[in-house]
């Protein structure tokens, strides 16, 4: 009984000492958390934070234990994977600062087309994805969001051209110097083709995944961008996000992933400013 008055007593301490300041301080924290988690889930990354979590609790039980020696290791290992952790982390850390640099963190997103054009652009782009996948000719289409692709684009052949089924379908002909790279679109536009995409590093795909499939893993990993990847050897339809391939879309599935990608909403508050900050530039 004087353990569970005494527990009772701090606890009842702890709380009278809380503000409304404190609460405000704790749900910041918990949502950059959150978004971190987010960034990083289905990715290498959690196994890594994992075993951090493991070394972490192995050195707090040590340590109750009165494992002197097992402490000092664990605690050694702590210090040099402080070190390590800016490296480990790199992918995502670059993400997140990428994130942070585009206001993604507090959802500047801008309109980029209205309904009728973007309607227009998402049925050109799934007509051009239906007849690829029906002659198996292989395409990697980049569809850019927030996060801008001017690095990526540079790399291939500027074009600059409004978007039609018929334009991208040249863009992938077999056997020109556009078909093998990434088409960059922005808005209602193929802004450039041919575009060489970051491979991605995650060695645990399945080995039927070829280089398109690896290319369009890697740049989702990097930025907000929808990838559109077509198989040049099953003609299937897939889609990478956020680190993640979705795989057998069909014309309808491929036009609701797509379209949001278009028809961003603005804010009321943080989307005016940055739209019109944006404009002033």
Not at 174 to 203: F, K, M, Q, W, Y
Not at 243 to 267: H, W, Y
Request: glycine residues 6%.
């Amino acid at each position: 009984m004087p353990v569970d008055f005494d527990f009772t007593t701090k606890v009842r301490d702890l709380v009278s000492t809380i503000t409304p300041l404190d609460i405000f301080d704790i749900i910041i924290v918990a949502a950059i958390l959150y978004k971190l988690y987010q960034m990083i889930q289905d990715t290498r990354a959690i196994t890594l934070v994992k075993g951090l979590m493991v070394i972490v609790a192995l050195t707090i039980i040590c340590g109750w234990l009165n494992l002197h020696v097992m402490s000092w290791i664990l605690q050694r290992s702590s210090d040099w994977l402080l070190i390590a952790l800016p490296i480990l982390f790199q992918p995502e850390l670059r993400r997140a600062l990428e994130h942070l640099g585009q206001g993604k963190f507090i959802k500047d997103s801008v309109s980029l087309l209205d309904k009728k054009v973007a309607d227009s652009v998402v049925d050109e782009i799934v007509k051009t994805a239906k007849k690829l996948s029906q002659t198996k000719t292989g395409a990697l289409m980049v569809i850019e969001r927030e996060m801008k692709l001017n690095d990526i684009s540079f790399t291939g052949i500027h074009i600059d051209g409004i978007i039609s089924s018929e334009f991208l379908l040249n863009v992938f002909i077999v056997n020109t110097p556009l078909h093998d790279g990434a088409a960059i679109i922005r808005g209602n536009r193929l802004i450039s083709a041919a575009c060489v995409l970051p491979l991605t590093e995650n060695h645990e795909l399945s080995t039927e995944l070829g280089t398109r499939h690896r290319a369009a893993i890697g740049l989702s990993e990097q930025c907000d961008a929808l990838i559109v990847v077509v198989s040049e050897e099953t003609g299937t339809i897939s889609v990478a996000e956020g680190g993640r391939l979705m795989r057998r879309f069909d014309e309808k599935t491929l036009a609701a992933k797509i379209r949001p990608a278009f028809e961003q909403k603005e804010n009321k508050f943080f989307g005016k400013f940055f739209s019109r900050w944006r404009e002033e530039r």
